[in-house]
T-cell receptor, first 114, second 115 residues
Framework: AQSVSQHNHHVILSEAASLELGCNYSYGGTVNLFWYVQYPGQHLQLLLKYFSGDPLVKGIKGFEAEFIKSKFSFNLRKPSVQWSDTAEYFCAASRAPGGFKTIFGAGTRLFVKA | NAGVTQTPKFQVLKTGQSMTLQCAQDMNHNSMYWYRQDPGMGLRLIYYSASEGTTDKGEVPNGYNVSRLNKREFSLRLESAAPSQTSVYFC??????????????FGPGTRLTVL
């Protein structure tokens, strides 16, 4: 069955700490991978996406993610977090190309202490 | 561009009542989706519409119906609400023909409580 697993449900960091959020997927065939972010009280918005080419993708606000096909992973990283990064982060996958169904992970709540 | 809009923002229902959640997008996207978001479970797909005139079940369709009214609008109906349907509902749209990439754009959500 298709699935997306996020390793941590809650993460608490201090400002300037480095962040890595784990994501593994189980999906037959070629996939597109996404990280979405949901800031408190707001709707989901795209942080970054992978669909082909360089496995290291860069997104908004200094986030990046690396697609490692052999490990079925797409981990999200940021070298130095800020208080404003407090949010819930969702990893997601869909079949490529043009798959309609997107499977989301359970989400990771990040709290950054000022 | 308003993007994806949803109404209402909040709703409280009694068990057995019915209601329709409305969603509209102005990005000329072909595909539209309804998700529910529950704590610790991420987003789960209820129904989707790959293109105007088609609808398909997602992971958790029981207790819901949908209508793709036209290219812009996709509504979700609860015929007889149950407490298990208490959730936050998100509508989304996308155009998978765009580089074969199903990047989704989300509405602000509807917070529904069923008593």
């Amino acid at each position: 069955a298709q699935s997306v697993s996020q390793h941590n449900h809650h993460v608490i960091l201090s400002e300037a700490a480095s962040l890595e959020l784990g994501c593994n997927y189980s999906y037959g065939g070629t996939v597109n991978l996404f990280w979405y972010v949901q800031y408190p009280g707001q709707h989901l918005q795209l942080l970054l996406k992978y669909f082909s080419g360089d496995p290291l993708v860069k997104g908004i606000k200094g986030f990046e993610a690396e697609f490692i096909k052999s490990k079925f992973s797409f981990n999200l990283r940021k070298p130095s977090v800020q208080w404003s990064d407090t949010a819930e982060y969702f990893c997601a996958a869909s079949r490529a190309p043009g798959g309609f169904k997107t499977i989301f992970g359970a989400g990771t709540r990040l709290f950054v202490k000022a | 561009n308003a993007g994806v809009t949803q109404t209402p923002k909040f709703q409280v229902l009694k068990t057995g009542q019915s209601m329709t959640l409305q969603c509209a997008q102005d990005m000329n996207h072909n595909s539209m989706y309804w998700y529910r978001q529950d704590p610790g479970m991420g987003l789960r797909l209820i129904y989707y519409s790959a293109s105007e005139g088609t609808t398909d079940k997602g992971e958790v369709p029981n207790g819901y119906n949908v209508s793709r009214l036209n290219k812009r609008e996709f509504s979700l109906r609860l015929e007889s609400a149950a407490p298990s349907q208490t959730s936050v509902y998100f509508c989304a749209s996308s155009d998978p023909r765009d580089r074969g990439l199903n990047e989704q754009f989300f509405g602000p959500g509807t917070r529904l409580t069923v008593l």
